[in-house]
């Protein structure tokens, strides 16, 4: 009786290990999928792929002209912000060009180098705005990313998915998909021991 029980329960945890490896198989699948039509299109698009050097030559913030997300709206509650216009010097070609902080704020503003979220309050936003733009002046050079190719004159601040990011997004779902290949592994040779026992 024992001995039929322990084999019972041997088999459950079997059964179990296994719907674990095949879950985890699975749900890192689903990742791979969720970062091949989301993150991967974004990284690949983007053109500001070579860095350079940028050296601020003007970053003003233009109070009495105010931004909103949707030039288009005419909602008088829709959110404004003040607009913060920087210009710096590419070191690479020695171009004078307009600086956005990623390749999201040319397509959402192309007036202005940041867009506050639409959840900050305009006084916060504000606030945020003018402490960009005195860092900006503060360092005055760093690095940024343009296009070499051309078809963008402007750089931008940083890149919203950089290589290592890209990188970093992958590697969990392959350390779920190793784990659960391995599960599924171990629960095999624990099955074929077992009927390899079972016929001694």
């Known amino acids: 009786m024992l001995g039929k029980k322990l084999v019972t329960a041997q088999k459950r945890g079997e059964t179990r290990a296994l719907c674990l490896g095949l879950a985890m198989v699975a749900c890192s699948m689903m990742m791979y999928f969720f970062i091949g039509i989301t993150i991967v299109p974004s990284y690949t698009k983007s053109v500001w ?3 350079t050097v940028c050296k601020v030559l003007k970053a003003t913030i233009k109070d009495r002209d105010h931004c909103s997300p949707s030039e288009d709206s005419e909602d008088k509650e829709a959110f404004h912000y003040p607009c913060l216009e920087v210009w710096v010097n590419l070191t690479a070609s020695g171009q004078e060009v307009f600086l ?5 704020t040319l397509e959402r503003n192309p007036k202005c180098f940041y867009v506050p979220g639409n959840l900050e309050k305009p006084e916060e936003a504000k606030t945020l705005i003018e402490t960009i733009a005195n860092n900006l002046k503060r360092y005055q050079i760093f690095p940024c990313y343009y296009d070499p190719g051309g078809t963008q004159p402007n750089a931008i601040l940083s890149r919203l998915y950089p290589l290592k990011g890209l990188l970093f997004a992958f590697l969990w779902p392959t350390l779920l998909f190793t784990g659960g290949c391995l599960v599924i592994v171990l629960v095999k040779i ?4 077992s009927v390899l026992s079972a016929w001694q």
């Open 100 to 104: 956005y902080n990623t390749e999201d």
């Open 190 to 193: 624990s099955q074929y021991v």
């Open 49 to 51: 792929t070579t860095e």
